[in-house]
Nanobody, 117 residues
Framework: QVQLVESGGGSVQPGGSLRLSCTAS????????MGWYRQAPGKQRELVAS???????TYTDSVKGRFTISRNNSRKSVYLQMNSLKPEDTAVYYC???????????WGQGTQVTVSS
């Protein structure tokens, strides 16, 4: 059974930082794209950042220069370093793994990030 467990969410003031972690089990992640999505109240889920198995990254424009995605395949983990957080970053953040061999994605349980003064 594939499981993704997230951690690192919380509440911070604008300008603060958080580091999200996601660790998978039951899957070999080397040939997957790993990433982070977020969903704010009343909005659709959107891709925040992703990284392919060979290191190609994608970021949504609103987080470029502030967020950094990284991964450690041996630990089956993906991370999202979030700096200079803004209130509009407030959302539930979901870890995602997309295997190259399947159309089925795997999702973490979600972790709340709240940025407010």
């Amino acid at each position: 059974q594939v499981q993704l467990v997230e951690s690192g969410g919380g509440s911070v003031q604008p300008g603060g930082s958080l580091r999200l972690s996601c660790t998978a089990s039951g899957i070999i992640v080397s040939r997957t794209t790993m990433g982070w999505y977020r969903q704010a109240p009343g909005k659709q889920r959107e891709l925040v950042a992703s990284m392919t198995g060979n290191g190609i990254t994608t970021y949504t424009d609103s987080v470029k220069g502030r967020f950094t995605i990284s991964r450690n395949n041996s630990r089956k983990s993906v991370y999202l370093q979030m700096n200079s957080l803004k209130p509009e970053d407030t959302a539930v953040y979901y870890c995602n793994i997309s295997p190259s061999s399947s159309s089925v994605d795997y999702w973490g349980q979600g972790t709340q990030v709240t940025v407010s003064s």
